[in-house]
């Protein structure tokens, strides 16, 4: 029996994880947390090419609809950080969570699933 509920926990996580999807749900504290995607899924990425060093992705929180300008870069470059930076861009989260100035949270995970999946490189944070 508890190695079925271990199953199905590890199933959860994963589900909770790598989706794109809104979630509401308890802890054991009974904490309600909110995570969510922009409205209307993962934002359309842009045609790729091979070479590209960097992406430049518009989140908008589902909440108060405020524009989020974050990029993912796939080269060690500092000076991408530096130029994008100064464009009004922030790096891509390091925990895969963006946190809008009204509070709400949007896990970003699935967004870097995808864009990983479609480039088929893993960028850095």
Not at 2 to 18: E, G, S
Not at 46 to 52: D, G, H, I, R
Not at 54 to 78: M, Q, R, T
């Amino acid at each position: 029996m508890a190695k079925i509920i271990y199953k199905l926990q590890t199933v959860i996580r994963l589900l909770f994880l790598n989706t794109t999807t809104y979630k509401i749900f308890a802890t054991d504290s009974e904490k309600i947390i909110r995570q969510a995607v922009p409205a209307g899924g993962v934002p359309k990425l842009p045609p790729l090419p091979s070479n590209a060093r960097s992406l430049n992705i518009d989140v908008k929180c589902p909440k108060c609809g405020e524009k989020h300008k974050i990029y993912a870069k796939f080269d060690a470059d500092p000076l991408i950080d530096r130029q994008l930076q100064e464009s009004g861009s922030q790096p891509f989260p390091k925990t895969n969570k963006l946190i809008c100035k009204c509070g709400f949270e949007m896990n970003l995970s699935g967004l870097r699933n995808e864009i990983e999946a479609k480039t088929k490189k893993k960028f850095i944070v």
